[in-house]
């Protein structure tokens, strides 16, 4: 563990708790749809007219719905961490109360080899590069039964 500042990689998509990493979203006021990233402007719900919203924290485990590898480097803002690049594997994962589809890096060592459509998987936050004075923090998925300590994870 280092004395390095944690922040978020991309700020309002996921708090810093590493014992309790959610995403963070919002909720129609009126309709209660949910939205990740969070929606500010109008609720997209075709039958709301509403432009009113409650920040959440949502989910924190699911099921994978569908995933993939990315065997080539994404486009930016993805930032490459390795060299030679490295294929990483993706999850979209319906969340258990909102039922609604986020897609995540799986956590390191996880390959599509390793999961299955319907899989459970929990959030946590993971590194996604550093500098001299912070470690910045994204979300990823870890199947259940490879969970590891949030102390090792982050």
Not at 38 to 60: G, K, R, T, W
């Amino acid at each position: 563990m280092t004395d390095k500042k944690l922040v978020a990689a991309r700020e309002g998509f996921n708090n810093l708790d590493v014992d309790n990493p959610r995403l963070l979203g919002s909720r129609c006021s009126a309709c209660g749809t949910c939205y990740f990233p969070a929606q500010h402007l109008f609720c997209q719900n075709p039958d709301c007219d509403s432009e009113a919203f409650d920040a959440v924290e949502l989910s924190n485990r699911g099921r994978i719905w569908s995933y993939t590898s990315a065997g080539y480097p994404p486009p930016a803002p993805y930032i490459v961490t390795t060299e030679p690049y490295e294929p990483f594997a993706l999850a979209a994962v319906e969340l258990a109360e909102e039922k609604m589809i986020v897609l995540g890096q799986l956590a390191a060592g996880v390959s599509v080899d390793d999961i299955h459509i319907g899989d459970e998987v929990e959030l946590i936050l993971d590194t996604l590069y550093e500098d001299d004075d912070n470690r910045y923090l994204v979300w990823k998925w870890q199947p259940l039964a490879a969970s590891t300590s949030a102390e090792d994870r982050a």
